[in-house]
């Protein structure tokens, strides 16, 4: 009964409009965290000796090479990725009629 009431309540939640601005803090603090990893990913490997830098990235290109998988991105991502398209569209025309 308990997992009834949650998915009901997830639902409901489902249904109602996305919020403009939680979605704009959401977008601006996925951002800034990739801002950060690319910073952090460049301070790592300045300081990395030649060596070190040459024997991994042999084993990088070992690794992906040998499974292509993760370029395709995942069908999660797809879906999400049209939806907001279709929420952008739909919101243009509405902005336009």
Same mark, same amino acid.
């Given at each position: 009964?308990?997992?009834?009431?949650? &998915? @009901?309540?997830?639902?409901? !939640?489902?249904?109602?409009?996305?919020?403009?601005?939680?979605?704009? /803090?959401?977008? %601006?603090?996925?951002? #800034? #965290? #990739?801002?950060?990893?690319? =910073?952090?990913?460049? +301070?790592? &490997? *300045?300081? &990395?000796? !030649?060596?070190?830098?040459?024997?991994?990235? *042999? /084993? =990088?290109? +070992?690794?992906?090479? %040998?499974?292509? %998988?993760? =370029?395709?991105? %995942?069908? =999660?991502?797809?879906?999400?990725?049209?939806?907001?398209?279709?929420?952008?569209?739909?919101?243009?025309?509405? /902005?336009? @009629?």
């Amino acid at each position: 009964m308990v997992a009834q009431m949650n &998915l @009901s309540n997830e639902r409901n !939640t489902m249904n109602q409009p996305l919020n403009d601005r939680v979605v704009k /803090e959401w977008l %601006s603090g996925q951002k #800034a #965290a #990739a801002n950060r990893n690319a =910073l952090d990913r460049a +301070r790592y &490997l *300045l300081h &990395l000796t !030649t060596e070190v830098a040459l024997k991994t990235y *042999l /084993e =990088l290109q +070992r690794e992906f090479n %040998s499974d292509l %998988s993760w =370029l395709s991105p %995942s069908p =999660l991502l797809v879906a999400m990725r049209r939806a907001l398209i279709r929420i952008a569209e739909q919101k243009e025309n509405h /902005e336009h @009629s």
